[in-house]
C-alpha cells in the first residue's frame, strides 16, 4: 500500500523539485503546524557528509541513553529509512496511516513529493514523545523544504558543487544557500570549508548574530595512528577510529563531537564514553561500505572484494581517491576496478578524475528506473576524457562477471557514482 500512496504523491506537482516554501507552509498549517511540536532540533546543511554527520550524531545520542527522531534523504532500498522515530524506522502501518492523512488534508493542490512526505515526518515525529529531532536538508537550505523550523543547532559540513542547475555553479552563492539554516543567535557548527565558503557562511553568522563553532579556528581535529585527536577550549579528546572507513569520516567524527559540545552547553549529557560508543556502533550504508555477505559478493571468488559508495561529485571522487592511495600503501594490494553509474545532472568527468589514477578500468552499468542517467556508453565517454578504460555492460551481476572473465582475480571492486544505485545494489545482494 505504502508504493501506490507515494506514487500518487509523485503526481501532486509536475516537477520533482521546486525550491520554495509556501506549498509546505500552507500544508504545515492545516495539519496543527506539527513541525512547531518537535523536541529540539539540530539541522544539518552541506554538501558531503551530511548523512554521517546525522549518524553519528544520533549513534552518540543514542549511547547516552536520548530517544531520537531522525529525518534523511534519499532512501536506499525502502523509503521507511527516511523517517526514524524515536529510534526506529517507521513501520508500514504508521507509515501509510501518516501519508494518507497527509493526501487527505492535501485534497489535490500543488505539492512536491518532498515536500509531503517532510509533512509527513513531521507529523509522525510530533506524536511520539523523544528528547532530540536531527533533521538533514534535501538540498541547499534557505530554500530548502526542512527549513520551516527553529533549530536550536545548526551545523554545516563541507560545502562544493553539486545540485549545480539549483544552486548554481559558483561556490559563493552554494555557501549561500547552505548557509540558509542558519537561524538569530543560534550557534552553529561548521565542519571543513574552502576559504570563500567560509566566508559567505562567517558573513551570514555575523548579520544573524549566529555564535559560529568552526573547524580549525573553534575546534581541531587531527588524526593519530590510533583514530583521532579533539581539541577546542573544553576539552582535549584522543578518540579511535570510527567505525565508518576513510579518512574523510575522521573529519565528519569530529563535526559531530563538536556538535555534542553544543548540546552539552544546552545541558543534553553526552559524556565522552557514549561518544566513543557511538563512534563504535554508527551506522550507515553505501559510505565506503564493505559488502561481506549476500549472492554479489558470494559470485566472487575468494581474496576477492566488494565495496560500496554513493559518492557522486568531485569532492567524493577525491576522498575516494583517498582511501584507493590508502589501499595502495597495502603489503599485498589488490587491483582496484570500478563499477558505476552515474545521473546526468552530475559531473561525471569531475568525479572520475581523481579514481582514473588509481583504478585499472570501469564498467559502466544502466542506471534504476526512473531516473535520468548517462547510458552505459555515455558513461565510458565520460570515463574515456579522463583516462580511465570503460567498457559498458547490462548489470551489475555482468559488470562483476566481465571484471572476472577478463582480469586476474583476486581484485577489489568498488560500485559508486550514486547513491540510487547503491540502494538498487544493496536490494539486489539482499
Not at 544539518?44 to 541513553?65: D, F, Q, W
Not at 509531503?116 to 515525529?125: D, Q, R, S
Not at 541547499?140 to 548554481?168: K, Q
Request: aromatic share 6%; proline share 6%.
Amino acid at each position: 500500500m505504502t508504493d501506490a500512496i507515494l506514487e500518487r504523491l509523485t503526481r501532486l506537482h509536475p516537477r520533482l523539485i521546486d525550491l520554495g516554501l509556501e506549498r509546505i507552509e500552507r500544508l504545515l498549517e492545516q495539519l496543527g503546524s506539527p513541525h512547531r511540536k518537535l523536541p529540539p532540533i539540530v539541522h544539518v546543511a552541506g554538501t558531503n557528509g551530511k548523512g554521517s554527520l546525522v549518524a553519528y550524531l544520533r549513534a552518540m545520542s543514542e549511547a547516552a541513553g536520548y530517544r531520537v527522531h531522525v529525518y534523511t534523504s534519499p532512501h536506499l532500498v525502502r523509503f521507511n529509512e527516511r523517517i526514524r522515530v524515536a529510534g526506529r524506522l517507521i513501520d508500514d502501518a504508521a507509515l501509510d496511516e501518516i501519508l494518507t492523512e497527509c493526501e487527505e488534508v492535501n485534497a489535490g493542490q500543488p505539492i512536491t513529493f518532498f515536500e509531503i512526505t517532510t509533512v509527513a515526518a513531521f507529523l509522525a515525529f510530533s506524536r511520539v514523545p523523544a528528547d532530540l529531532t536531527i533533521l538533514e536538508v534535501g538540498m541547499g537550505g534557505r530554500r530548502d523544504t526542512t527549513n520551516v523550523v527553529d533549530s536550536m543547532l545548526s551545523a554545516i559540513t563541507p560545502v562544493g558543487y553539486d545540485h549545480t542547475g539549483f544552486l548554481g555553479d559558483k561556490l559563493e552563492g552554494i555557501a549561500l544557500e547552505k548557509a540558509g539554516i542558519l537561524k538569530r543567535a543560534v550557534p552553529a557548527v561548521i565542519g571543513h570549508q574552502r576559504d570563500v565558503s567560509l566566508q559567505v557562511i562567517e558573513a551570514e553568522a555575523t548579520r544573524l548574530a549566529v555564535p559560529l563553532f568552526r573547524m580549525g579556528r573553534e575546534w581541531q581535529v587531527t588524526p593519530t595512528a590510533s583514530g583521532f585527536r579533539y581539541e577546542s577550549d573544553l576539552q582535549t579528546l584522543d578518540l579511535p577510529a570510527p567505525a565508518l572507513v576513510g579518512a574523510h569520516q575522521i573529519d565528519n567524527a569530529a563535526t559531530a563531537v563538536a556538535c555534542v559540545e553544543r548540546l552539552r552547553a544546552a545541558k543534553f549529557a553526552i559524556d565522552n564514553s557514549a561518544v566513543r560508543k557511538g563512534l563504535a556502533s554508527v551506522e550507515w550504508p553505501a559510505r565506503l561500505q564493505k559488502l561481506t555477505r549476500g549472492p554479489l559478493v558470494e559470485a566472487l571468488p575468494p581474496g576477492c572484494e566488494l565495496w560500496l559508495d554513493g559518492g557522486h561529485n568531485e569532492d567524493c571522487g577525491i576522498a575516494l581517491a583517498r582511501m584507493a592511495a590508502e589501499w595502495a600503501k597495502e603489503p599485498a594490494p589488490l587491483p582496484l576496478y570500478l563499477v558505476f553509474g552515474m545521473l546526468t545532472t552530475k559531473d561525471a568527468s569531475g568525479f572520475l578524475r581523481p579514481l582514473a589514477r588509481h583504478a585499472r578500468a570501469a564498467r559502466a552499468v544502466p542506471f534504476p528506473e526512473g531516473h535520468s542517467a548517462y547510458t552505459p556508453a555515455e558513461a565510458c565517454e565520460k570515463a574515456a576524457e579522463v583516462g580511465l578504460d570503460c567498457l559498458p555492460v547490462n548489470d551489475i551481476g555482468a559488470a562483476l562477471e566481465d571484471l572476472l572473465a577478463t582480469q586476474p582475480a583476486p581484485m577489489r571492486v568498488l560500485i559508486c557514482g550514486s547513491l540510487y544505485l547503491a540502494g538498487a545494489v544493496l536490494a539486489r545482494n539482499g
